[in-house]
């Protein structure tokens, strides 16, 4: 049963480590025009047009929490979008392949919505779509009629541009193999880490096992001095591995999940 769980544990990192994320900001309101539950609502109607858009396994929408933990607080997220200037930066600090964002405006007495694209290694502008309506109801109609063809442009983007080659004696061309995006370095290192801090958790919990054995057998009566002693041994040698695999498996599992956060 443990390894099968070490086992699931590693499929779903070597998961994580393969997939480009997409962060979805907090829509922003400039001029408090509409509740902070409403502009909620708008981004999570983005998040979800990104999920049912984008392939599962090959890109991974992140979740207000995912992104509030990179930035500290909800407080420091809500502050930090609203200062930022550059929004591929804001990207880059929650470790994002792509972010995407909406701002709630004002043009006479409509309401305007601007959803902005970029790809956070480039810095550039891949697409974006603005609207205006007289109410909430009217954005989100924009939402539902541009949003998706926002998002398929990051599936256009990861694949490989293919030049087409001149015909030579009415030959067909043959089209260049897809290449796959590979992981970034620090994906590997930090991947490696988790594993490695997984594996010495999953022993000591072995070895913690191993201690209630001993201490068990240390209880039985009628155990000589002798025997007594080299019980209690045993139940401290046990400890001690124990600890030890608690503490370095902590301490790599930690660094990997740093290794993500940071890099």
């Known amino acids: ?29 400039d001029y408090d025009s509409i509740s902070v539950a409403s502009l909620t609502y708008l981004t999570d109607k983005l998040r979800e047009t990104a999920v049912n ?5 090959r890109f991974g929408v992140m979740t207000t929490e995912s992104i509030v933990a ?20 804001l ?4 470790n994002a392949d792509y972010v995407a964002q909406g701002r709630i405006g004002r043009f006479n007495e409509d309401l305007t919505i601007k959803v902005e ?40 983007e990861a694949k490989p541009i293919v030049v087409e080659k001149p015909e030579v004696a009415k030959l067909e061309p043959k089209p260049e193999p897809e290449v796959k995006p590979f992981p970034r370095t620090s994906t590997w290192v930090g991947l490696g880490l988790e594993l490695a801090g997984a594996g010495l958790l ?22 000589d001095r002798p025997d ?14 124990r600890n030890l695999f608690y503490i370095i498996g902590g301490v790599l599992l930690a660094s990997g999940i740093g290794v993500h956060i940071c890099f």
């Not at 590693?10 to 393969?18: E, N, V």
């Not at 201690?211 to 057998?217: N, S």
Request: proline share 1%.
């Open 117 to 156: 694209l970029y790809s956070v290694k480039s810095g550039n502008l891949m697409g974006s779509f603005a609207g205006s309506s007289k109410d909430i109801a009217g954005l989100l109609a924009l939402i539902d009629e541009k949003a998706t063809d926002l998002f398929k442009r990051m599936i256009v």
């Open 70 to 89: 990179f930035l500290g607080s909800m407080e420091n997220t809500v502050k930090v979008c609203k200062e930022s200037s550059c929004l591929a930066e």
């Open 228 to 241: 007594y002693d080299k019980a209690w041994d045993k139940v401290e040698s046990s400890k001690t591995q």
């Open 53 to 57: 858009v984008l392939p599962a396994d």
């Open 202 to 223: 999953a022993v000591g919990y072995l070895k913690d096992q191993e201690v209630k054995d001993f201490y068990d057998k240390y209880n039985i009566d009628g155990l």
């Open 91 to 94: 990207g880059r600090e929650v």
């Open 1 to 29: 049963m443990k390894k099968q769980v070490l086992f699931l544990l590693f499929l779903a990192l070597a998961a994580y480590g393969q997939q480009e994320r997409i962060a979805i900001i907090n829509t922003m309101d």
